[in-house]
């Protein structure tokens, strides 16, 4: 099946998205390659225990916070700051605790990491490109075989963007 691409640009805003993707860690990873990050700000939501991928983390001295989510969900998120290096092997493996969502942001002050985590609306409709806070933000939903790609039009051109998806993914 061969994944299907659009592109709508709004002023400096530029969204991607992609479906009929398979979302593997394999896959993500070859995503992030063709942009440049400097921090990441992730959130992995599961419905597995994540106790093992804590202990991870925290031997890879990277920040991290986890909550419920609440209406009675059985998920749990996990909400972290990594750098790029770091977070390829943390998407590998979180794919061992088979996640629902990724969602992870180039953060441009990584200072400010708990504040987004704070007010998760930062994390709506662009805002953290508008704001500035960002330059690029990734959003995984991995049952649905889809991501979506908020980018920075000034930052990534977003027609060759999507001609290096195509590229890798066609």
Known sequence: MNIKVKKYVYKKIASIFIWRIDCTAQNILKLISIFEF?????????????????????EMGINYTTAFN????????????????????IIT???KYTPEDIFFVNVNDESQWEKYLQDKTYFQGGKLIENNDSDLCISVDIDEFEIGITLNNQ???SSII???IKGLFC
């Open 38 to 58: 400097h921090n990441i700000l992730a959130i992995i939501d599961t419905e597995d225990d994540l106790s093992p991928l804590f202990l991870e983390l925290k």
């Open 70 to 89: 609440t209406n009675n969900s059985p998920y749990t998120n996990v909400s972290l700051l990594s750098s790029p290096d770091k977070f390829k092997k």
């Open 93 to 95: 493996d979180a794919f």
């Open 155 to 157: 930052v990534y051109d």
């Open 162 to 164: 999507v001609s290096k």
